[in-house]
């Protein structure tokens, strides 16, 4: 089953709406890897909003599973990474007027680019993700870019408002992580994940972890971190175990609650 890596930074969205201490998103982060996350993900933004570089720092201590550094592909960030040395750095589009990340990272046109600076994050030890739209294209340069991982935007088909844009979405994301498996990448995916539209993505073959942020937060502030968390981690179950008996069709019709 894919596993689940919970993104925090809306915690310290929380924070950061007073500028004080709490809530604290190492706290959370441990709660998190206590209900059964694989792995935490962070992403400091250029205006810093939530995430500060503090919290990097504290979380690079206290994680036990794995830490997750989400970062724009510009020299200020490369090097904070290179400084706070996390497991996986996840090279993703940034763009300071937006309200989350909007769309993937433009690999194909921006190759050398990304090239270089996968091959010095790798350098210096890290695992690196590209943060891209289910797309051939973008597929095939992130392969050219020596990166470690690829991780497919899921945003389209979480705010898809018919059954029909839904299912072509599901598809699209289906005939990506094909592709993906053939050229042999490896596979993550996320955002907009929640309890409800998660499974039919869980049961997609080859998907390896699902990086899930807002909801989770948004349902550990009415159920606690550590139920909202397992919670996740029982729907991700359940979608993996759908796939054997059902088709992506079906389980986005019946099972999404
Ligand atoms: N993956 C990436 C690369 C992201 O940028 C985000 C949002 O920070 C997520 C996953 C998680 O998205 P959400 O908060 O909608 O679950």
Known sequence: MPKLCVNIDHVATVRQARCISEPDPVHAALLAELAGA??????????????????VARLKQSVKT????????????????????????????????????????????????????????????????????????????????GADVIELHTGAYANAITDQERLAELERIEAAALHATMNDQK?????????????????????????????????AVLVGFERATREMVDAIREGEQLASRYTAEQILQHFSA
């Open 38 to 55: 694989s792995g935490i993900t962070c992403h400091l933004r250029e205006d810093r909003r939530h995430i500060q570089d503090q919290d």
């Open 187 to 219: 596979l993550n995916a996320g955002h907009g994940l929640n309890l409800r539209n998660v499974k039919p993505i869980a049961a997609i073959k080859g998907l390896r972890e699902l990086h899930i942020g807002h909801s989770i937060v948004s349902h």
């Open 66 to 145: 794995r830490l997750n550094l989400e970062i724009a592909c510009t020299e200020e960030m490369l090097e904070l990474a290179e400084q706070f040395a996390p497991h996986m750095v996840m090279l993703v589009p940034e763009n300071r007027q937006e309200i989350t990340t909007e769309g993937g990272l433009d690999v194909a046109g921006n190759l050398q680019r990304v090239k270089d600076a996968t091959r010095r994050m790798k350098q210096s030890g890290m695992l690196v993700s590209l943060f891209i739209d289910p797309d051939r294209a973008q597929l095939d340069a992130a392969r050219e870019t």
